[in-house]
């Protein structure tokens, strides 16, 4: 009997719902431990910590450590993705709701496609990725705004500048990933960008005052466990399921996280941070996921052949 009309296994229907619940749920943890630990800070700790073990993991495995030539694009990456994008995250979690916030970096594929439009012309761009980029906009655009009477308050605007900066960073860094030399294995390139990146927001909390006013005593139990809710579930466990994901089906059907996450984002922060759920934040949400779906399926006939 074929594998498809077995159904899925469950070791696949187990790395779904770890990419699903598992990155969804780590919206909140960063929510809860920027209440007590300075953001970038509480990143670096993530990171550093993550990146240590997954690239032990790969050393342990027999691969390969990058090259000299890849650790400098490892350390560009790791700048755009960690600095940029997660060290905004986790302080605009400071004044932004966790569901709030994993909404707008649902806009991620929507800055990549820009991206490759752009900066790699590899996409170009067409009415239905225009009417798809349109809705995403106006997504924010209702999340932000002041003038609507949809009820409850709107979204901090600093707070959503940094989610929407931290969002096209990640994009330009996952264009840029498609064009310059990295380690084959998946676990070895992301274990060096989270070691790196780590490295780097280490410094950026230390240039920022951040290492003098830490007091891990001062620290609850809350608080130390939503970090390593990050390090273990949301970054090891998660990843290597998304690399055995990603190995056994289709990109497609992989990347339906990027429309599930923020679903689940904002559920938990209505149950269990009693975040608002109201009108403005249901149609934000809705127009975002619209423009992540559309976008995420556009036909490959819309890209541009390789130069």
């Not at 569901?99 to 707008?104: D, H, I, K, L, R």
């Not at 009477?149 to 330009?172: M, Y």
């Not at 990603?246 to 339906?256: W, Y």
Request: with cysteine.
């Amino acid at each position: 009997m074929s594998r498809a009309a077995d159904g899925p296994s469950w070791k696949t229907i187990l790395a779904f719902g770890a990419i699903y619940f598992l990155w969804g749920g780590s919206f909140l943890a960063i929510r809860v431990g920027v209440q007590e630990v300075p953001p970038l800070l509480f990143a670096a700790l993530r990171f550093s910590t993550a990146g240590f073990i997954l690239y032990c993991w790969g050393l342990g495995r027999g691969q390969v450590s990058p090259t000299r030539e890849q650790w400098g694009w490892v350390s560009l990456l790791a700048f755009l993705i960690f600095v940029l994008d997660y060290g905004f995250l986790f302080w605009a979690e400071q004044r932004v709701p966790s569901g709030v916030a994993a909404v707008m970096l649902a806009l991620i594929p929507a800055f990549t496609a820009l991206s490759e439009i752009v900066l790699l012309g590899t996409q170009r761009l067409t009415v239905r990725l225009a009417l798809a980029l349109a809705v995403g906009v106006a997504g924010v655009a209702v999340l932000m705004s002041r003038s609507l009477e949809l009820g409850g308050a709107p979204v901090d605007r600093l707070g959503a500048a940094a989610l929407i900066f931290a969002a096209f960073s990640w994009s330009v860094a996952s264009a840029l990933s498609r064009k310059v030399p990295l380690p084959e294995s998946r676990i070895m390139s992301s274990g060096a960008q989270m070691l790196v990146g780590g490295g780097f927001l280490t410094v950026a909390a230390a240039g920022l005052g951040q290492l003098g006013g830490f007091h891990p005593a001062a620290v609850s139990a809350r608080a130390w466990t939503a970090l390593l809710y990050l390090i273990v579930p949301a970054s090891i466990i998660a990843f290597t399921a998304y690399v055995w994901l990603i190995q056994r089906e289709s990109p497609t059907k992989v990347g339906t996280y990027a429309y599930v996450n923020p679903v689940v984002a904002v559920l938990l922060g209505y149950f269990l941070a009693g975040e608002a759920l109201d009108l403005r934040t249901m149609l934000g949400t809705v127009c975002v996921l619209i423009s992540v779906l559309v976008i995420t399926l556009t036909p490959a006939a819309a890209r541009k052949p390789d130069a």
